[in-house]
T-cell receptor, first 115, second 115 residues
Framework: EAQVTQNPRYLITVTGKKLTVTCSQN?????MSWYRQDPGLGLRQIYY???????DKGDVPEGYKVSRKEKRNFPLILESPSPNQTSLYFC??????????????FGPGTRLTVL | DQQVKQNSPSLSVQEGRISILNCDYT??????FLWYKKYPAEGPTFLIS?????DKNEDGRFTVFLNKSAKHLSLHIVPSQPGDSAVYFC??????????????FGQGTILTVHP
């Protein structure tokens, strides 16, 4: 089954404790991306990757890191989480460019709470 | 600076009637526009898209209209069904330049279809 998986689905942590949210896709997609969803703000792009070893900043990259060492995985790293990073996070992937010709497939989301 | 805006946080319609969801944008360089649907506790799923060189795209009950001069697009759902109740996000892509691959979402509109 074609899918995007994220782990963990729920996480409660404390300020400053490094964490990683994993994202994996089994569709051989080049494009992968991370978003956060906050009330009244919709989905905001954090980072995206057009292919292995190629990553770019989205609209809200501060406080986050990503890496793309393999095509299927795109982990999101919070080196020193803060309460304003409490949010619902989505990973997504698509073939080539996230354009009209290729739809993005989203993971189920990771709800992160930073105390 | 919100480049994609959905000014109606919610919309309520009767089953069988038309639902019209609106979206405005400010960046005239956007090449593609997409609509996503999101149910609670799930990731967004792609609905329909339109290229900036077109003014209409239809897929079953869903039609997207683009008015480039007004920088406005809308999603029409006819007839509306209770299963259409969800959050709808409008999104836009700039397929060229320094923002290649960057996807910008609106804040979302909660659609409720009453039986």
């Amino acid at each position: 089954e074609a899918q995007v998986t994220q782990n963990p689905r729920y996480l409660i942590t404390v300020t400053g404790k490094k964490l990683t949210v994993t994202c994996s896709q089994n569709m051989n997609h080049e494009y992968m991306s991370w978003y956060r969803q906050d009330p009244g703000l919709g989905l905001r792009q954090i980072y995206y990757s057009m292919n292995v070893e190629v990553t770019d900043k989205g609209d809200v990259p501060e406080g986050y890191k990503v890496s793309r060492k393999e095509k299927r995985n795109f982990p999101l790293i919070l080196e020193s989480p803060s309460p304003n990073q409490t949010s619902l996070y989505f990973c997504a992937s698509s073939l080539l460019l996230a354009g009209a010709q290729d739809t993005q497939y989203f993971g189920p989301g990771t709800r992160l709470t930073v105390l | 600076d919100q480049q994609v805006k959905q000014n109606s946080p919610s919309l309520s319609v009767q089953e069988g009637r038309i639902s019209i969801l609106n979206c405005d944008y400010t960046n005239s360089m956007f090449d593609y526009f997409l609509w996503y649907k999101k149910y609670p506790a799930e990731g967004p799923t792609f609905l329909i898209s339109i290229s900036s060189i077109k003014d209409k795209n239809e897929d079953g009950r869903f039609t997207v209209f683009l008015n480039k001069s007004a920088k406005h697009l809308s999603l029409h759902i006819v007839p509306s069904q209770p299963g259409d109740s969800a959050v709808y996000f409008c999104a836009a892509i700039n397929a060229g330049g320094t923002s290649y691959g960057k996807l910008t979402f609106g804040q979302g509109t909660i659609l409720t279809v009453h039986p």
